[in-house]
């Protein structure tokens, strides 16, 4: 359960504020991800870091800026969202980036942009 | 990219009850096979995950079985209990090249065992 943590659990936000996610895994992984969960919608991917290296960007808008500055360690940095970015953002760990390795949850932010 | 689809949305069976969620996908090369049980308020949890190169995966109650040919793998859940209540998801992989790859979500199906 502690694998992979992320920090604030729950964060509002208005739309012109800025603000960062934070997650960081404890389980020797390469490879970090974040992922947008909407209700009724399949979990998204927004980003994915391979050795602190950006090796994925989903088509997401630039409000969401993502950070690596370690292995262990992956940021998200939000600033003049829309109230439709409202979701539970997850961040996930594994040891690569393959697709065939298995992917670790964190607990995820909810966040309300009002 | 993949296309993951997942039925049914809901299901409800009565504590004791079997339950099977199905998934079906789209490309022939994905190989990796994951089922995740997420309760409400906490985050996805991996459950059983399955590779293609095997059929069938048990792992006490649970069990996972691919067919390769028809593109489809399934989740069956034996004696369900309340504490199996939540929402399940299956994926399945991209893979591009032997590094580069990511997994690819269905919707999700909500069980709810009732006592």
């Known amino acids: 359960e502690t694998g992979v943590t992320q920090t604030p659990r729950h964060l509002v936000m208005g739309m012109t504020n800025k603000k960062s996610l934070k997650c960081e895994q404890h389980l020797g992984h390469n490879a970090m991800y974040w992922y947008k969960q909407s209700a009724k919608k399949p979990l998204e991917l927004m980003f994915v870091?391979?050795?602190?290296?950006?090796?994925e960007n989903n088509s997401v808008p630039s409000r969401f800026s993502p950070e690596c500055p370690n292995s262990s360690h992956l940021f998200l940095h939000l600033h003049t969202l829309q109230p439709e970015d409202s979701a539970l953002y997850l961040c996930a760990s594994s040891q690569d980036h393959s697709g065939r390795a298995r992917q670790y949850f964190g607990p995820g932010t909810r966040l309300t942009v009002t | 990219g993949e296309n993951v689809e997942q039925h049914p949305s809901t299901l409800s069976v009565q504590e004791g009850d079997s339950a099977v969620i199905k998934c079906t996908y789209s490309d022939s090369a994905s190989n990796y096979f994951p089922w995740y049980k997420q309760e409400l308020g906490k985050r996805p949890q991996l459950i059983i995950d399955i590779r293609s190169n095997v059929g069938e995966k048990k792992d006490q109650r649970i069990a996972v079985t691919l067919n390769k040919t028809a593109k489809h793998f399934s989740l069956h859940i034996t004696e369900t209990q309340p504490e199996d209540s939540a929402v399940y998801f299956c994926?399945?992989?991209?893979?591009?090249?032997?590094?580069?790859?990511?997994?690819?979500f269905g919707r999700g199906t909500q069980l709810t065992v009732w006592p």
């Open positions: 870091y391979s050795l602190e290296e950006r090796v």
């Open positions: 994926a399945a992989s991209e893979v591009r090249g032997s590094t580069l790859g990511r997994l690819y």
